[in-house]
């Protein structure tokens, strides 16, 4: 069987706890069996993430040193995947410019807060982790966030939805989900799940964070 490593903790708004036991579920119905640690101490050892075949990450607005940072870029880059939702990959560490590299994007607004209405827009044919899925809406934080051009983008949505400075710019449409390599490793993000029940309350928003996190787990 195959195993994930998943550690959380950071601001609990994100409920780091009940995401990271869904997370772990939907990666066991897959033959993964996750370990969850509490905090960053975890990534400690270099060689010992290599054993993994996956790291979740859980932590928004957490801190990591340059060390453990550069050990999770080493077993990616060496084949263990990773893969996230939300803050818990994509705002894990604001202060780590080497981690929004490898992972591909940071978050920097959700206007409009954590209630508003939008449309995911599926990019057909962009992934077998699409396949079947159709556009659909959902109420949550939006995520407005500085991405990587070199990502793959699987869907995205159109912004402004929401009044703010920003929306007497022209609409623009942003990535929800993306894939992109890290050495010999596959990166997988989805910026939905600001709770854990989003993924069954939008059972589409499901399917595309477990179908991701097996797509980056060790080929």
Known sequence: MKKAL??????????PVPVSEKLA???LRNGIKAEIFDGVGCLADKNKLTEYDLIV???T???ITEEYVNNVSFAVSHGTGIAGCHGGM???FRNSTEWQFMTGGQWVSHPGGGSVEYTVNICRGSSPITEGIEDFKVISEQYYLHIDPAIEVLATTRFPAADGHHAVNKPVDMPVTWTKLWGAGRVYYCSLGHNADIFD???SAGVLMERGMVWAARK
Not at 9 to 15: A, I, L, P, R
């Open 6 to 15: 998943i550690f959380r903790g950071g601001w609990e708004g994100h409920e």
């Open 25 to 27: 579920g939907m990666l």
């Open 57 to 59: 990450p859980c932590m």
């Open 61 to 63: 607005m957490g801190s």
């Open 90 to 92: 994509c705002d894990a």
């Open 201 to 203: 309350k939008y059972p």
